[in-house]
């Protein structure tokens, strides 16, 4: 039986250790929990970003190969300056232009806002051209 004076813990064998009382333990595991929130909420907003802009870029190179394969007949280079002004247009860069016959291909790259480990663009392709008619 343990009694408390003065802030001090006394046990029938004497005054008690200082770690085995327990007093402030709650702080230290809500301090820890609020960190592990905050680590949580951090990861989940690069995460966020990566994908947010993995979705900007795929647009931007949509629009892109859509307008140049409307701009091909004018030429590959009218095709690709077409794709630019659009990207440019989105905020992002067109990485690759290339033509195959009557398709366009496109590659576009946009920056990851946050800072993220490793690779730091989101990048994607889109390829547009005359539909293939059946027979």
Known sequence: MADHLGGAVFTPEGPASPLSDDRGAATV???????IILCCTGFGAALGSAVIAR???QSAADL????????????????????????????????????????VIVT????????????????ARARAGPADMPG
């Open 29 to 35: 595991l809500a301090a820890i929990c609020v960190l």
């Open 55 to 57: 979705h900007r870029a």
């Open 64 to 103: 892109a190969a859509l307008a140049a394969a409307n701009a091909l007949s004018a030429g590959p280079q009218a095709a690709c300056a077409q794709a630019r002004q659009i990207t440019d247009a989105a905020n992002a860069h067109l990485a690759q232009c290339q033509t195959e016959n009557l398709d």
């Open 108 to 123: 576009v790259e946009i920056p990851v806002p946050l800072r993220l480990p490793g690779n730091r663009t989101a990048q």
